[in-house]
């Protein structure tokens, strides 16, 4: 064990003038010290190589709309992982649902019910009004562009919104149509089809 006292000194250079504060306490080094220093290096590093590993490869998936290989990617990373990796990937998978959250508005609006394999209704709780109205005003922008590019092109487009009663298939043509030019855009309501147009 080697023990060194830090003591007063003056540095001069041509550039600029730097005093070194008075240290009191001994430095001290360790062989347990260094460990632990190497350990906690080297626990750093290998959470970097797999935060660059999962953002690389993962969002690469994403971007790409391949969710199946997302799912495949993320269980040989599970399986080959240590049991205190897996700690720190279930913590890097934490924040980023929180980072995700702060982005994207309440987390509440994205809680799945538990039976929403059943084909129910897919969400614990309705959207809040502030987030319906932030992505409602994004949606209904992409239309405009819509409707933009099909009168510069001429184009004819129809949209058919078919569901059941009480489905609210008026109410999202309400939405719909809220921003869309009337001169451009008509809104036809259509019979049940009868048994011979059903085929």
């Given at each position: 064990?080697?023990?060194?006292?830090?003591?007063?000194?003056?540095?001069?250079?041509?550039?600029?003038?730097?005093?070194?504060?008075?240290?009191?306490?001994?430095?001290?080094?360790?062989?347990?010290?260094?460990e632990?220093?190497?350990?906690?290096?080297?626990?750093?590093?290998?959470?970097?190589?797999?935060?660059?590993?999962?953002?690389?490869?993962?969002?690469?998936d994403?971007?790409?709309?391949?969710?199946?290989?997302?799912?495949?990617?993320?269980q040989?990373?599970?399986?080959?992982?240590?049991?205190?990796?897996?700690?720190?990937l279930?913590?890097?998978?934490?924040?980023?649902?929180?980072?995700?959250?702060?982005?994207?508005?309440?987390?509440?609006?994205?809680?799945l019910?538990?039976?929403?394999?059943?084909?129910?209704?897919?969400?614990?709780?309705?959207?809040?009004?502030?987030?319906?109205?932030?992505?409602?005003?994004?949606?209904?922008?992409?239309?405009?562009?819509?409707?933009?590019?099909?009168?510069?092109?001429?184009?004819?487009?129809?949209?058919?919104f078919?569901?059941?009663?009480?489905?609210?298939?008026?109410?999202?043509?309400?939405?719909?149509m809220?921003?869309?030019?009337?001169?451009?855009?008509?809104?036809?309501?259509?019979?049940?089809?009868?048994?011979?147009?059903?085929?």
């Amino acid at each position: 064990m080697a023990r060194r006292a830090k003591a007063t000194s003056k540095t001069t250079t041509a550039k600029n003038t730097e005093k070194v504060e008075k240290v009191t306490d001994d430095y001290i080094t360790s062989q347990e010290g260094i460990e632990k220093y190497e350990e906690s290096k080297h626990e750093e590093e290998s959470k970097i190589s797999k935060k660059e590993v999962i953002d690389e490869v993962l969002l690469k998936d994403l971007k790409e709309g391949n969710i199946d290989a997302v799912s495949e990617h993320l269980q040989a990373l599970i399986h080959n992982t240590s049991p205190d990796d897996l700690e720190k990937l279930k913590n890097l998978f934490a924040q980023n649902m929180l980072a995700n959250t702060v982005k994207t508005g309440n987390k509440k609006d994205d809680q799945l019910s538990p039976d929403w394999r059943s084909g129910a209704y897919p969400y614990k709780n309705r959207m809040s009004r502030k987030n319906y109205e932030k992505q409602k005003y994004h949606l209904q922008v992409e239309l405009l562009k819509l409707q933009k590019w099909v009168r510069d092109n001429g184009e004819k487009l129809v949209i058919v919104f078919e569901g059941r009663d009480a489905a609210g298939k008026g109410g999202t043509i309400k939405r719909f149509m809220e921003h869309l030019n009337p001169r451009g855009a008509k809104v036809i309501a259509l019979e049940k089809p009868t048994e011979r147009e059903q085929g």
